[in-house]
């Protein structure tokens, strides 16, 4: 699997990364155990970049992410985790629960260290405080060695410009803003090359819109978005692939993107996302949809 450098941090990251949300059963019911193997699937095809959150799960993620790495080499595998956001309506970005949150997350995850830690959707509070208190007390913790690398997530891509104007972190996630639907995080790309910035990608196949399967309830995707991806992927299917294979594809070509994160609690997910990210993309197939 192909590695990417995550910005100017020095630290690099598989190209395909794996996100445990599923862990948590975020998305609904799933087998702890098979969730488990997945996690060492993804890393036996060189996915060795693990996404997760004290949210997923409201901790459950990260304390059996912890279990499914027993044993792993640490270095074998890079870990980004995530603070502020305890739950649906629970947030604390608190210097003093920044401090917590990082102990208690070593301790699920039995690490002594993560490579990233990210203020989790920071577009729900006063961006102002995570900048004048979160951030430097996880700088603080940062010189501990408990942390490489600081980060912030989040939907709307005004929350980072509102960070870059204010203060320096080492990587952003960003989701839904990079897919073949959508590219608006091209309009940001370039301020966060020229501040060496690293990019995590997530939810390359947009919630589903850019795969065959039922679309979740809670989608908001107006209907004319909901159409014209149905006719995207009706294309696709008419040329015997899936539209899923493309959207993946595409996300992972674009260099500036260091990772681009996918969840799942199945193995043969995590094996066909890795067969599709080693194979060539259709550029006369994307036109189409295009």
């Known amino acids: 699997m192909e590695t990417r450098m995550l910005g100017r941090s020095g630290l690099r990251v598989s190209v395909l990364g794996y996100g445990a949300s599923p862990l948590g059963q975020e998305f609904g019911p799933v087998d702890l155990h098979e969730a488990m193997r997945t996690v060492r699937v993804a890393l036996d095809l060189g ?37 502020g956001r305890y739950d649906v309506d629970k947030f604390d970005f608190s210097a003093k629960r920044v401090i917590e949150s990082v102990d208690v997350s070593l301790h699920r995850l039995g690490t002594e260290y993560v490579d990233l830690m990210l203020c989790h959707d920071i577009e ?44 320096g972190v080492d990587a952003i996630m960003t989701y839904g803003h990079y897919t073949l639907q959508n590219r608006r995080l091209l309009d940001l790309m370039p301020r966060l090359q020229e501040r060496g910035v690293g990019i995590l990608n997530a ?88």
């Not at 995570?130 to 912030?152: D, M, N």
């Open 203 to 290: 939810a390359p196949l947009a919630q589903r819109l850019l795969t065959n399967r039922p679309l979740p309830d809670w989608l908001p995707a107006s209907e004319a978005v909901r159409e014209a991806c149905r006719r995207a992927a009706d294309r696709c299917s008419e040329r015997g692939v899936d539209i899923a294979r493309l959207a993946l594809q595409f996300a992972l070509r674009q260099p500036d993107i260091a990772t681009t994160v996918v969840s799942t609690a199945r193995p043969e997910s995590v094996r066909q996302w890795a067969q599709w990210a080693e194979e060539p993309l259709d550029e006369e197939l994307l036109a189409e949809v295009e």
């Open 47 to 83: 996915i060795t970049h693990i996404d997760t959150s004290p949210f997923y799960g409201r901790g459950l993620s990260e304390a059996l992410l912890g279990v499914a790495l027993r044993g792993v080499p640490r270095d074998s595998y890079t870990l980004s985790t995530k603070l």
């Open 124 to 167: 729900y509070v006063d961006v102002t405080r995570v900048v004048e208190e979160t951030l430097p007390a996880l700088r603080r913790i940062q010189e501990q060695g408990k942390v490489r690398l600081v980060g912030v997530s989040g939907y709307p891509l005004r929350v980072f410009e509102r960070v870059l104007d204010a203060t």
